[in-house]
């Protein structure tokens, strides 16, 4: 779709340039990856940083979020479900703008961050999935006195796009594909955009005949070169149907079953990264939605273990019924809450599933069926994740079945650090292939 983020630009910018009529107009660039996008549409640039609240003990399940010049964002709907206390957020929201700072003076430097009062803003990242940090960059954008805000991004999830424009005046998104799979797919080229390059771009489009933007109309072949089979499907459980996608590489040794956590779904930019690598590994992947877009409304089904995990042996019962994956060894992949639900269903009597990875998961919601899992399982856990480690550590003296803990040095809970997620997704990777093979023979 994309040769690379200068080429989505160029053709973003293309599509933009009617806004430029106004008088008054200014681009913000989500870094990383956005701002290589927002450089070739900007007249003035600048970057927004955002860092969302999360909820402790379950950071993927944003209460709200934190900008520059003090801006805060609160979903009370979240907080109440959540139980969290006025200390509690005062505490992340104290480290949240600590980094938001820390950030902003990397990127940006000594200049002042622009002023949005009363001006038109463009938000501009490289695509978006799930789309959180969009809607905080949007709210917060508009909190800061933008009079207008219009989101602009190559490509995206269409419900996502569809749902975003209760937070942005307009959204502009060049393709929707109903199959987005990953953001890095629709680029030839996606490698990771380096803070270095952020800082020289937003230095260029500060300067005195600075050669942004680069408007023009552009285009690229797309396409990952891959001959997996990708199909959408709805999986029939009980009175609701849920969406998913099922992705299987010639010959595949499995399938891995990916559970979710709360606040977050099937379009998970994280999981779907992982998902990628295991399909390169000739493992085949279920990415799915375990409520349907009303249940997550009341957010007490997000927390309800016993429901997530019902579902999730319905749907490992249909998968085992489909002809392109019947007979191959199960894995689940669980996230969060996601993982503590793989793991409850691991325990039940009939269960096939040969292995589970849990990735910053809380096992210990599983509660007392972990005694009665017997998939091999690996929990991965970040090192600067002490509360989830904790927990983690204290659900591993329950588990009889072959197990094993790994800790990611330096990582978060969310593994945003460079390097972290490509950790887990090669652990998960290796502990998939090393337990289906040998069950396989």
């Not at 690379?4 to 660039?29: K, Q, T």
């Not at 938001?100 to 463009?122: C, K, N, W, Y």
């Amino acid at each position: 779709m994309f040769v690379d983020r200068h080429d989505a630009g160029v053709r973003l910018a293309a599509r933009l340039a009617g806004l430029f009529a106004e008088e008054d107009v200014v681009v913000l660039g989500l870094p990383r990856g956005g701002v290589p996008v927002a450089f070739e549409v900007a007249r003035a640039l600048d970057v927004i940083v955002v860092r969302k609240l999360g909820v402790p003990f379950q950071p993927e399940l944003g209460f709200g979020a934190v900008g520059e010049g003090g801006v805060q964002v609160i979903n009370p709907e979240v907080v109440r479900m959540a139980g969290v206390t006025p200390a509690e957020m005062a505490t992340v929201e104290s480290t949240e703008r600590g980094e938001v700072l820390r950030r902003a003076r990397r990127f940006r430097g000594d200049r002042e961050p622009a002023d949005l009062a009363g001006r038109t803003v463009i938000v501009v990242d490289d695509g978006i999935a799930t789309g959180g940090t969009a809607r905080a960059a949007c709210q917060v954008a508009r909190a800061r006195g933008a009079a207008r805000v219009v989101l602009a991004v190559p490509v995206g999830a269409p419900e996502t796009v569809a749902s975003l424009r209760e937070d942005a005046d307009e959204v502009i998104c060049l393709e929707t594909p109903a199959a987005l799979w990953a953001i890095g797919v629709w680029y030839d080229d996606f490698t990771q955009t380096t803070d270095e390059q952020v800082i020289d771009l937003l230095r260029r489009a500060a300067a005195p005949g600075g050669d942004s933007p680069a408007h023009g109309t552009g285009g690229g072949a797309g396409g990952s070169g891959r001959r997996d089979r990708v199909d959408e499907v709805m999986v029939n459980v009980g009175p609701v149907r849920l969406p998913g996608q099922l992705v299987v590489p010639e010959e595949a040794d499995g399938v891995v079953v990916f559970v979710h956590g709360s606040g977050s779904s099937r379009h998970s930019p994280r999981n779907r990264y992982v998902a990628a690598v295991l399909n390169q590994a000739g493992l085949a992947t279920l990415l799915f939605d375990l409520l349907t877009a009303d249940e997550e409304y009341d957010r007490d089904n997000v927390f309800d273990i016993d429901l997530l995990a019902g579902r999730l042996g319905q749907v490992t019962t249909w998968l085992g019924d489909q002809p392109q994956v019947a007979g191959l060894p199960v894995g689940y992949f669980g996230a969060s809450t996601g993982a503590a639900a793989a793991l409850r269903a691991a325990a039940e009597p009939g269960n096939r599933v040969t292995a589970v990875v849990s990735r910053g998961g809380r096992p210990d919601l599983a509660g007392p069926r972990l005694p009665d899992v017997r998939a091999a399982t690996l929990l991965i856990v970040g090192g600067q994740d002490e509360l989830v480690l904790d927990l983690n550590l204290a659900a591993q003296e329950r588990l009889l079945c072959e197990n094993h803990l790994e800790i990611v040095p330096d990582a978060t809970h969310l593994f945003e650090e460079p390097g972290a997620l490509e950790t887990v997704a090669g652990l998960a990777r290796d502990w998939f292939t090393d337990h289906m093979r040998t069950n396989a023979g």
